[in-house]
């Protein structure tokens, strides 16, 4: 199994389909009779509603209904929910004030949901919105996270003062005050991590459709998690039976986290349904998205590091605000707590962290999940002061790292915010890293750049995040009462095929491949004899879904520990066929061998057996069909170290990656391909953050500045260079494949690394992201002004 099995660049199965326009996505669904939505959305970032009128608009031609907030509370459809408990450090839960499908008292962000029409055809459904008449009453906006606690701030919800969702905490911050008193040096910095709007490639979309045979429900979505949707939709919003209520996600094209989340489009559709008694329909334009997507990050930190007279970190303190847009997203509240305050420690020994966290209420989008979540605003955090001591230090930001890394024989390491980290060797990433970059050549490259009127810089990222979101375990210890584990079931026919059930969900990581792979290996099949399953909650266990770059490591341990089950009974078969005890069974690779002799059965014929009467023993069921859930012991720790050098035009302020180096431990590697294509994409979208993304909304009316891609820069091919990427592997001590994630590794390192080497050719301690030509420029005249 060598060229397709484990560790293989096996091409990837589904890529043929996609490439050949053979894709099946949500949008490409259409159903009998089905109708369509467009969602009338607030002009306002923050308003009552005094009145909405919709009588003419019903009267349009083509239109089925129109619904609003009224319509939703009459049939006691509940509001969105937030997912994730965060206790603050009062001991009091974070604020959840109701999140309605549609708005029924006030809008609060430009795109907030005010009404749905219903029509024949989207066009027809587009005229009847413009006849609805709202009236408003417009209040004033609130949209700078920094001061969005002002009392003199507009209040978004009544039960929420100040607009402060939590003031949450992290660490001991006795020890960080005691370590600070009496360090030799203390560096200081303000940070902001700028908000992001996801632009996967597909859109999201929604259908609904209800069966009024069987009183039950269909809906088709965009989603990342089908059975956490289910869930939701059942059990705290519609109030349906979860056995009448079917989730299907077909193929994703893209999510990036932003479709991880239960939004009102989908509640909508699927509750419409029935009013309508016909399937509704609903695609967002790009413009939407925009304006309604979850967004992610937006930050704003103050951070500093207490060093002794070596370099060597004694303490660090962050405090953080963090938007949480208008409302709260499914997951939102986790991802600048337990996702992020828990990664501060970053490859480091300090032994004294603290952060606290202060998450508010702004009228913009919600913000949630985006790739990395939370761990590549850690990571910004910690390796831009790890930077700046460097610098305060005059030391080399190679040897700074290399001083205060936690060495190989230290693991486990309990860190002092919470986790304890599984394996690794950072040094190792480091010097691999290096010599990738030709660290030894940069000076001579700085000078000659030099020459030509060019400012070189060179900036380091020594990432580690957190994957698998999360056990059950490390979670709950930390007190959010969530285990997320996976399931997986693997059915064989009695042809010797097999298929994979899986409870994670393919949004374009390759799942089709990399599974099949490591089913095949363990079980002596062809990749092409293996096919996975997922996305339709009627057809699969209940799983967790795909985030966190846990697919593979809880997902694929999950299919492992299924085919240990499939090989116990392959065993009692084989047995039984070979006139053999159970205990002289034999298994390796797809043969079960009777020990000390040649006689042998395939798996094929195993699985031929197990439907065949009398070929099977008669206390066992017929059959190969086995299902395992694997709830894992801890996150994994993948980690590594990426290296950025930049080229800098001061005359125009644009910046030019010449070299990108990167070294990661991902653990065991099942497909290098499909991983270096991981790499690759999270250093891509890491990039467009640190150099050219970056949402705006106007501060005094909360209006969208950016939403078009006219106006928010996306990364294209020539903004990058040829990536130079290495791996290095210290197994996963406890899954059964040694795997860590991979899935959001460049997006995590990317930027800290960016913004290190443009502020490392500036000179300067900061320039905020995205780092445009403009604010380059701004910066490289004053650095020259102030030279002069």
């Known amino acids: 199994m060598a060229d397709t099995g484990i560790g293989a660049s096996v091409k990837r199965k589904e890529d043929f389909r996609f490439l050949t326009g053979q894709g099946h996505y949500t949008d490409d669904i259409n159903k009998h009779g089905q109708t369509y939505a467009y969602f009338l959305r607030s002009p306002h970032a923050h308003a009552k ?44 839960p974070h604020k959840a004030p109701p999140h309605p499908i549609l708005a029924n008292e006030k809008v609060r962000y430009v795109g907030d949901h005010v009404a749905v029409v219903i029509a024949e055809s989207i066009a027809q459904a587009k005229d009847a919105a413009e006849a609805i008449e709202v009236d408003y009453e417009e209040l004033p906006a609130v949209v700078d996270t920094a001061t969005a606690m002002d009392p003199k701030a507009a209040q978004l919800h009544a039960d929420v003062p100040n607009n402060l969702c939590y003031d949450w905490e992290l660490g001991d911050k006795a020890a960080v005050d005691a370590a600070f008193a009496k360090a030799a040096k203390v560096s200081k910095l303000d940070l902001v991590n700028n ?56 193929d994703v094209g893209g999510g990036f986290g932003s479709k991880i989340f239960c939004y009102a489009e989908e509640v909508v559709c699927t509750w419409a349904a029935k009013k309508v008694k016909r399937p509704v329909k609903w695609t967002a334009e790009r413009g939407e998205s925009f304006v309604s997507d979850a967004h992610g990050r937006d930050h704003v930190s103050h951070v500093e590091m207490a060093m002794d007279k070596d370099g060597k970190f004694l303490a660090m303190k962050v405090d953080t605000i963090a938007s949480m847009g208008a409302y709260l997203s499914t997951f939102a509240t986790c991802v600048p707590t337990y996702l ?89 990433a480091l010097d691999e890293a290096l010599k990738l970059a ?37 979670v709950g210890s930390l007190g959010a009462g969530v285990g997320l584990w996976e399931s997986a079931q693997i059915r064989f026919n009695p042809t010797g095929t097999a298929q994979v059930l899986t409870g994670s969900h393919s949004h374009g990581q390759g799942h089709e491949t990399t599974l099949a792979q490591v089913v095949a290996d363990k079980l002596g099949l062809s990749v092409d004899a293996v096919t996975v399953v997922h996305g339709d909650t009627s057809q699969v266990p209940f799983g967790m879904g795909t985030y966190g770059s846990r697919s593979l490591a809880v997902g694929g341990s999950a299919a492992v520990k299924a085919i240990d089950k499939i090989v116990a009974k392959g065993k009692k078969i084989a047995a039984h066929l070979l006139e053999a005890s159970v205990d002289d069974i034999q298994y390796s690779k797809g043969v079960f061998k ?51 050098e930049v080229e800098i035009d001061p005359d125009t302020g644009v910046t030019t990656i010449a070299n990108w180096s990167a070294v990661d ?62 791996t290095i592997s210290t197994p996963c001590p406890h899954n059964p494949l040694g795997v860590k994630g991979c899935g959001e590794a460049g997006a995590i390192a990317a930027p800290a690394a960016l913004v290190n080497a443009i502020t490392d050719a500036l000179g300067v301690r900061d320039i905020p992201m995205p780092a445009s030509p403009e604010r380059v420029w701004r910066v490289a005249q004053r650095a020259k002004m102030a030279a002069e």
Not at 200 to 217: F, K, L, V
Not at 341 to 356: F, S
């Open 195 to 250: 908000r992001l709007i996801p632009n996967a490639m597909e859109p999201r979309a929604a259908i609904g459709e209800y069966d009024a045979g069987t009183d039950s429900y269909t809906c088709y979505s965009t989603s990342q998690n089908p059975h956490v949707l289910r869930l939701i939709l059942c059990a705290f919003i519609m109030g349906v039976p979860e056995h009448k209520m079917r989730v299907i996600a077909p």
């Open 49 to 92: 509603i005094r009145k909405v009128d919709t009588a003419a608009a019903a009267k349009m031609p083509g239109v089925v209904a129109v619904f609003t907030g009224a319509d939703v509370a009459a049939d006691k459809v509940g509001g969105l929910i937030c997912g994730w408990t965060v206790t603050d450090r009062f001991g009091k």
């Open 665 to 726: 431990d991902f653990g065991n590697v099942i497909n290098p391909m499909v991983v270096e294509g991981q790499v690759h994409g999270g250093i891509a979208q890491g990039v467009g953050q640190a150099l050219l993304e970056g949402c705006v909304y106007d501060k005094e009316t909360g209006q969208l500045l950016t939403g078009s891609y006219m106006d928010y820069c996306m990364p294209r091919a020539d903004d990058l260079p040829s990536f130079k990427i290495g």
């Open 438 to 474: 030709d660290y030894k050549g940069y000076p001579a490259r700085k000078a000659e750049a030099a020459k030509r009127g060019k400012l070189r810089g060179i900036g380091f990222s020594a990432y580690i995040e957190a994957c698998g979101i999360a056990p059950s375990a490390v």
């Open 340 to 428: 992020y305050a828990t990664l501060l420690a970053g490859q480091y020994t300090a032994p004294a962290i603290y952060c606290n966290v202060k998450a508010v209420f702004t009228t913009t989008a919600p913000v949630d999940a985006y790739r990395g979540a939370g761990r590549p605003e850690a990571t910004y955090v910690v390796e831009r002061i790890v930077e700046n001591c460097a610098r305060d230090m005059k030391l080399d930001p190679a040897e700074i790292r290399r001083r205060n890394f936690i060495k190989p024989d230290a693991f486990p390491y309990q860190t002092p915010v919470a986790l304890q980290y599984d394996s690794g060797n950072y040094e190792k």
């Open 594 to 644: 009777v020990a000390g002799t040649d006689r042998q059965k395939t798996i094929q014929e195993i699985a031929f057996a197990a439907y065949v009467p009398h070929n099977y023993p008669k206390d066992l069921e017929p059959g190969l069909d086995e299902t395992a859930f694997y709830d894992p012991a801890n996150f994994t720790y993948p980690a590594g170290v990426h290296i950025a």
